[in-house]
C-alpha cells in the first residue's frame, strides 16, 4: 500500500476513533522526542519562487548537515513573527524535529514591508520544495518525505501567513499556530474558506495581537474541524525564545509558556499529521477540556 494510502487510512482512523484510554498517552509530548536533530541551510526553489530557509529534521546524530535518520517523515513549514528571525523559535521548531517531523522555516520577508500574502507563497513553496526532495536522486532528504503529511506553522505575521497558505492549499493536511495575527489580504476571510482542520494557539496576556481582534475572529470564521487553545497568562513573546523591543508581558514565565506551546502544537500534529490516536484526549478529550493551563474551544 502507497505512504499516501496509509497516511489516508491512519488520519481517518484518528478522527473517528472512540477516545483513547489515559495509559496510551502516558508519554510526555512537552518533553523532546526520541530523534536527534539535524539542521541545515536550504534555498527552495518551487512554484516560480526562490527562498532561504533553515531546517531542523530527525538526524543520525544531533549537529549540522548530518544525515536523516531512517523513516518518513511529515514536513512543517514555519512562518516567523514580523521583524523576527527564524532563531527565536529554535527550541520549539528543535523539539518538532525530536517527535519525528521536518521542520522549515523561511527567512523571507524579514523586513518592515513584509508581504503576508507573498510569505503564504514561500510557506507553501517551501512544502511543495520538500515534497520534490523526496524523489530527487542525490538530495539529503530523498526518500524520507511523507507527502501526505504536510502542515503549517508560525508565529503572529508569520501564524496569519499559514492560514493564508493553507486556504490556498489542499495538500496541507493540518494548521498549528501561535498568536495568529490578521493580514493584509485577511486572514479572517481566508479562514471562512478553509476546511484544513486547525489550532490556534493565543495567549490570554497578548497586547500585541490581542486574542479578541485577531486569534477569535479567524477562530469564528473558519469552520471545523477548529481549535482555539488559550495560554492562561501567556504574552505574545512568550511564544520566542527571547523577547526583543516593544514585547509584552507574560504572568507565567517564558520556560512554562514554551513548555505548553511545544506540548500543545505535539499533540496536534501527532494526531492530524501522524494519525496517532493515543493523542485523541490531549487534542480533544477530557485531558484537553480540563486543563486548567490552557483554555480549551473547539469544534471537531
Not at 36 to 53: E, K, L, P, Y
Not at 126 to 150: E, I, K, M, N, Y
Not at 187 to 206: E, F, H, N
Request: one cysteine or more; a neutral charge.
Amino acid at each position: 500500500m502507497s505512504r499516501t494510502a496509509l497516511a489516508t487510512l491512519a488520519l481517518a482512523s484518528a478522527l473517528l476513533v472512540a477516545p483513547a484510554p489515559a495509559h496510551a498517552a502516558a508519554d510526555d509530548t512537552s518533553a523532546p522526542g526520541a530523534f536527534a536533530v539535524g539542521t541545515t541551510d536550504v534555498t527552495v526553489t518551487a512554484n516560480g519562487r526562490s527562498v532561504a530557509a533553515k531546517v531542523w529534521y530527525p538526524a543520525t546524530s544531533a549537529g549540522a548537515n548530518k544525515p536523516v535518520a531512517a523513516g518518513d517523515f511529515g514536513v512543517v513549514a514555519f512562518g516567523h513573527g514580523f521583524l523576527q528571525g527564524v532563531a527565536k523559535y529554535t527550541s520549539t521548531l528543535n523539539h518538532l524535529a525530536s517527535w519525528g517531523y521536518i521542520v522549515a522555516a523561511p527567512t523571507s520577508q524579514g523586513g518592515l514591508s513584509a508581504n503576508h500574502s507573498a510569505f503564504a507563497d514561500d510557506l507553501n513553496a517551501t512544502l511543495t520544495w520538500f515534497v520534490a526532495q523526496d524523489t530527487t536522486t542525490g538530495s539529503r532528504f530523498a526518500g524520507h518525505v511523507d507527502p501526505a503529511a504536510l502542515g503549517l506553522s508560525g508565529h503572529s505575521m508569520g501564524a496569519g501567513a499559514s492560514i493564508l497558505a493553507a486556504a490556498r492549499n489542499p495538500q496541507v493536511r493540518a494548521v498549528g499556530n501561535l498568536a495568529a495575527a490578521e493580514t493584509n489580504p485577511s486572514a479572517v476571510t481566508a479562514a471562512a474558506t478553509l476546511r484544513t482542520p486547525a489550532m490556534l494557539v493565543s495567549g490570554d496576556r497578548d497586547t500585541i495581537a490581542p486574542p479578541a481582534d485577531h486569534q477569535v475572529p479567524i477562530y469564528q470564521a473558519k469552520a471545523g474541524p477548529k481549535q482555539l487553545r488559550t495560554v492562561v497568562g501567556g504574552s505574545h513573546c512568550g511564544f520566542m525564545d527571547s523577547s526583543g523591543l516593544f514585547c509584552d508581558s507574560a504572568t507565567i514565565d517564558r520556560a512554562t509558556q514554551l513548555k505548553l506551546t511545544r506540548r500543545l502544537l505535539t499533540d496536534w500534529f501527532r494526531y492530524t499529521l501522524s494519525g496517532d490516536t493515543a493523542r485523541y484526549d490531549a487534542v480533544w478529550g477530557t485531558t484537553a477540556q480540563n486543563d486548567p493551563q490552557v483554555r480549551f474551544q473547539g469544534v471537531s
